[in-house]
């Protein structure tokens, strides 16, 4: 019989992981360039952290039904978002390892039981951090601080295992059974979708026509139209395993009935990690019967070794131009192995941005809101969809430090896919704008000559940040989260002069116009079109040039963040 207790060395292990992360964050302060940016984002953190306690101590507390129903739409939505983005790329190993994790625990006499017991423990640790974090933002609406923190924290281990339950059922299936799950998937999600815009049409005035922008406006409408779903069969059903969440971290006092929703809770959450137990098992064994099959296969299909030689040839790139084409052409390859998970997060971004379609025709006015929304998307949501650049490779800039080109060519080539990809987006939303409400072709290029340098600026700036302060993919601890912090104000910061540069210029460009009123109606948008490509054709020639120096200082053997 084998013993369900873990083996000793992996509670050793995540106590000592511990301590080196912490030691590693004090390690960070050490340097001239990371003591700068920690320092600052401590102090950003702080500042933000008063303005919290600030909220939370003249904030009225929320109406608890209305709360309750939030939260418990919010998991079952957070759950349904994991099972789509797990539709949407091709099955991988369902738990994460690291680079470190592959080689030292992977790779050690340990059992599978006891490495999914130390992934168990990674993800209630990180659980518990986000628990704790949510019942203090939560203080005027919780009545037992402990009630709220357990029940929060057993929220987000139920909707992890989830998570990893359903990966674990994607990587064991076939080929043939993913895709046709996949397209069951996107199919029931494209229903949910249009009977929601069915439901929200005609819209009534109170959407486009309250102080709200359009947009935004919009998207409280159909977020209604789409809470309309709970009071169905299927709604109902399918929030009844997240329903007990609320109820213990919204519970008005210590009772009975608390101490039952806390042990129907806890019950849940160990059913479904031997759930996840004995999926992992019959994973296991599924794929090591296909893994047999395939090589009984191959066996009988094999020829002698002479046939069987083959001549090696270089792959084909179709313009190296000075290396700009072979790095990106190798960074378009990743994103066709990607293509799914690239589809399926651009389609959030699509559908804000094209929100403001669905108000009434008000002609050059709609056009400006659906340019303004792409650009706010693509600062703040894109950068992080796509990573086809330096941050792809941060295991491999020694490898590009020693590839013949020039930091020029090595920079510009690692920017043109993302750049591309974000130029297509936004040309496909725009051509929908023009199909559903019908403006001059020209506006179309002027739309475009502002965005694509934009983009630039975008992906350079991220870079930018990402070889000043590198990180793993993936990677989480106190070290990301004030990068994050830092990175965020600094967009921040950037957007509102952006802004205010455009509101100045609009100014300008209209003291401009008065003189030149003989050259027509049409001087006034020329120049400020003009003004603005101008201005981000500047700004994407500086941060690109900020990139290039910011490569050719970065060290591989100092700057590579650790495996772990």
Not at 250 to 269: E, I
Not at 488 to 495: M, R, V, W, Y
Request: glycine share 6%; proline share 6%; hydrophobic share 55%.
């Amino acid at each position: 019989m084998v013993s369900a207790r873990p083996h000793p060395a992996v509670i050793r292990l995540l106590a000592h992981q511990s301590t080196a992360r912490l030691a590693r964050t004090v390690r960070g302060f050490r340097g001239s360039r990371r003591a700068v940016l920690s320092c600052i984002a401590l102090l950003l953190a702080a500042a933000w952290g008063g303005q919290v306690i600030l909220a939370l101590l003249l904030r009225e507390p929320a109406d608890p039904n209305v709360l309750a129903a939030w939260m418990t739409t919010g998991l079952l939505g957070y759950t349904l978002w994991h099972v789509l983005k797990t539709a949407c790329r091709t099955p991988v190993e369902p738990f994460e390892w690291t680079p470190a994790e592959r080689e030292w625990l992977v790779a050690g006499p340990l059992r599978r039981y006891d490495m999914i017991v130390y992934r168990f423990l990674s993800i209630a640790t990180a659980a518990a951090a986000k628990a704790a974090c949510f019942s203090l933002v939560m203080l005027p609406d919780v009545t037992v601080w402990a009630a709220g923190f357990a029940g929060m924290f057993l929220a987000l281990l139920f909707v992890d295992l989830t998570r990893i339950g359903t990966e674990i059922s994607a990587y064991g299936m076939s080929r043939a059974t993913f895709t046709r799950c996949r397209w069951l998937v996107l199919a029931l999600t494209a229903g949910c979708v249009f009977w929601a815009l069915g439901r929200a049409w005609p819209l009534p005035a109170s959407a486009t026509e309250s102080r709200l922008p359009p947009a935004l406006g919009i998207g409280l409408h159909l977020s209604r139209t789409f809470l309309q779903l709970r009071t169905s069969w299927i709604g109902g059903f399918a929030e009844t395993p997240f329903a007990v969440f609320p109820r213990v971290i919204l519970t008005p006092s210590v009772s009975l009935a608390l101490v039952a929703d806390l042990l129907l809770a806890a019950c849940m959450v160990v059913m479904m990690a031997g759930l996840l137990l004995d999926l992992d098992r019959r994973m296991l064994r599924r794929r090591a019967g296909a893994e047999r099959k395939n090589f009984r296969r191959l066996q009988k299909a094999s020829l002698p070794a002479a046939a069987c030689e083959f001549r090696q040839t270089p792959p084909r790139v179709p313009r190296r131009m000075c290396g700009m084409g072979s790095l990106a052409w190798r960074q378009a390859i990743g994103v066709y192995h990607y293509r799914m998970q690239v589809f399926a997060s651009l389609i959030v971004p699509a559908f804000l941005s094209t929100l403001t379609l669905l108000a009434p025709d008000n002609g050059a006015t709609m056009l400006a809101q659906v340019v303004g929304g792409l650009a706010f998307y693509t600062f703040l949501l894109l950068p992080t969809a796509l990573k086809f650049d330096f941050r792809r490779d941060v295991d491999r800039m020694s490898l590009i430090k020693s590839f013949p080109a020039s930091p020029a060519a090595v920079t510009i080539g690692q920017l043109t896919v993302p750049v591309f990809i974000c130029t297509v987006f936004q040309l496909s939303v725009l051509l929908a704008a023009m199909a559903a409400h019908p403006y001059h072709p020209l506006l179309l290029l002027a739309a475009l000559a502002v965005l694509i340098p934009a983009n630039v600026v975008v992906f350079a700036l991220e870079n930018v940040f990402f070889l000043l302060y590198p990180y793993r993919l993936n990677q989480e601890g106190l070290t990301i989260f004030l990068r994050s912090i830092l990175a965020f104000t600094a967009k921040s910061i950037l957007f509102i002069v952006a802004l205010g540069v455009v509101l100045v210029w609009i100014i300008a460009s209209k003291s401009i116009a008065h003189r030149f009123q003989s050259a027509g109606p049409f001087a006034r948008p020329l120049i400020f079109v003009t003004g603005i490509s101008a201005l981000m054709a500047a700004a994407a020639a500086l941060t690109t040039a900020m990139l290039i120096a910011v490569y050719r200082r970065f060290d591989p053997s100092q700057d590579t963040p650790d495996l772990s």
